[in-house]
């Protein structure tokens, strides 16, 4: 099944049971607290906090994301994806628990001739959180679940809050075992053979203090009980297409066919090459849509995670040995498959592609600098009988031409240097404290979200937004 179909089937199944269908907003946020939008529920944030009121009492949406904490994983897993997209089905004060289980089980299990995704029920496993007997008693009763397809787990995984007081709640999940071939029997924490692909959240309780993801207070039950669910598109479309991992599905895959044209190096042939592969069009996928909701490379926050993005894709296609720029090939293929959901990508690919291909070209130019820099350098220590490059050097050649760590180590090895990584990591550890220190000394001078001063004054004092698992000053 297609992903732009897995998609329709979703706003359609929700719609007909009266959920209204809310556009996906931009990648940015306006909450100057949070990089980018990592989660379907982001824009419905207000409501769930109770400072508006929404026009509906339950909302569907296919919500762009965009997950910078999940960038080395990328490639490595079968599962993360810089960008990806997250189906959504929301309640506020409307059903809860047993809605959002029969209406997920139904969706999942419903055959395919009939409208729905045609799961098979007995790969089909739920995690709940511990205490949660009722969710416990609703999927045996809503899915007829034996004892041992439910899984429990603690607070890491299956609670949620968002980092300030307010609500919070257990959540629960839908994960598939692929087979033995993926990994250990009920070893959950692996991920890739019992793979999550949904999330339900119940909002149900008040928390009145929050420390930590796994240290909070609960002064009792909301008045008014939510739900938050989050299906990731590309997770099912890898299921239901019968690939091994996201980066082969319809919109990802024709870009990996294009980079091994390029390369002359076959997809599946060596894991590192795949691996490579796997990023390229990972990243370049990324970088069109957050180019497309307005990001442009910088040296901080969101332009740098850009920046770095594509500067990883045209260096894993130099890994797969293409020195020539590449962006211009790779690009359009990216669009053309993303266009059906998203038709602004096509009229504005003149402008995307422009920032595009200057930020591979600025690469370009900085390898070829940073190289005669790292030569230099590698001929000093040769003269002076050092065996390895020092980190100030190996720290210069990141600070000024921007020249990533792993480059450096790989090209000094090609000469029979090391390179002092302690050093280089020092450097980067004391740069960074600093950059911290004036990101906060911004942030306290230029004030906070509405949410966030909101919910400050409510407690009456500065509140630390930990929230999601990234801000804008963690790139
Ligand atoms: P994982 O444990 O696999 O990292 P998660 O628990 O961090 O996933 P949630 O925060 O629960 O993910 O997000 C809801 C859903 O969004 C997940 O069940 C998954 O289907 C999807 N999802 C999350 N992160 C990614 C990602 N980086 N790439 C693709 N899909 C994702
Ligand atoms: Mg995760
Ligand atoms: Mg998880
Ligand atoms: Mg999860």
New binding site residues.
Partial sequence: METAEIRRRWLSFFEERGHTVVPSAPLVHEDPNLLFV???MVPFKPYFLGQETPQFTRATSVQK?V?T??IE??GK?T????????NGNFSFGDYFKEGAIALAWELVTRSQSEGGYGFDEKDLYASVYHEDEEAIAIWKKVAGLPDDRIVRLGKK?NYWNMGVPGPGGP?S??LIDRGPEFGAERDWEA?DRY?????L?FMQDDLSAVRSKEDFDIAGGLPKKNID????????AYLLQGVDN?YEIDEVFPVISVAEDLSGRRYGANHEDDVRFRVVADHVRSALMLIGDGVTPGNEGRGYVLRRLIRRAVRSMRLLGVDAPTLAELLPVSKDRMKASYPELEAGFGRISQIAYAEEDAFRRTLSAGTTILDTAVAKAKSAGRSSLGGDEAFALHDTYGFPIDLTLEMAAEQGLQVDEAGFRRLMGEQRDRAKADAKAKKSAHGDTQVYRQVADAVGREVEFTGY?QTVTDA
């Fill in positions: 990592n989660a379907g994301c997950r904490l999940d994983e990328v897993t599962r993360h994806g810089t960008f990806f997209q997250m995984d959540c999940e839908i991920g793979l999550e692909f949904w999330n959240v669910t989050g299906m990731g598109l590309e997770r099912v996201i698992d």
